[in-house]
């Protein structure tokens, strides 16, 4: 019997059809155009896009949580940290790649902060890396302004009446992270068991941190 690959072969498990995309998107053929031509005109090299491919794919929310841990039992720290977010992260070794500002927004028993980008997605990625899709869509972005209260409901969070709500507009320039409440009965945890509890959603603003995930 020949080896002829098809789509209904016989396995013993079952997969979809591995399919080649060969015509690439217009995002695709764009950012091709303009790696070529900036490599071609000798502004970047391939090894600086590399560099910088790795540099973004190395952040992630443990940064941002290890810094929140660190602000919670560390009140010395913490004070540094508002008065200058940028400064405070690069104290614990996180570098930032860019321009951009940090600025850190405490939430306490009366103000509830929230980040946006009401015009695209800027993101404090030094710390928290690549933003979630919903960030990035115009619904959030829009509603997030326009109705707090509302979209804080849909992620599960039911603030009382009287906390209010701070809503931080992200730019290219300023970016924002939101130092959560510390929740009740982890005063005896240590900087590590406390990072382990902080989320990236809670960093945005959208949710509390919470023991065990349970809803607020
Ligand atoms: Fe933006």
């Avoid at 009140?75 to 940028?86: I, N, V």
């Avoid at 959560?180 to 941190?209: H, K, N, Y």
């Amino acid at each position: 019997m020949t080896s002829v690959h098809t789509d209904h072969h016989d396995h013993d498990h079952d997969h979809a059809a591995i399919e080649q995309v060969d015509r690439p998107g217009y995002y695709e053929v764009m950012e091709t155009a303009i790696r070529e031509l900036l490599i071609a005109k000798g502004l970047i090299s391939a090894g600086d896009i590399r560099h910088q491919i790795e540099v973004l794919d190395s952040r992630s929310p443990a940064l941002g949580a290890a810094v929140v841990a660190r602000a919670w039992t560390d009140p010395d720290f913490k004070r540094r940290l508002l008065a200058d977010g940028r400064k405070g992260c690069e104290e614990l070794g996180i570098s930032f790649y860019d321009d951009t500002q940090l600025i850190v927004l405490e939430n306490t028993s009366e103000v509830h902060n929230l980040i946006v980008c009401t015009l695209c997605s800027c993101y404090p990625r030094p710390v928290l890396g690549l933003p979630p899709d919903w960030y990035k869509l115009k619904p959030y972005r829009a509603r997030a302004v326009s109705e707090p209260r509302k979209v804080l409901a849909e992620f599960g969070t039911h603030l009382p009446d009287d906390v209010e709500i701070r809503v931080s507009d992200s730019t290219a320039a300023v970016r924002y992270l939101v130092l959560p409440l510390r929740p009740e009965g982890t005063d005896d945890w240590s900087p590590d068991e406390l990072a382990a509890i902080v989320t990236r959603d809670a960093m945005i603003g959208v949710i509390p941190v919470t023991i065990g995930g349970e809803a607020a």
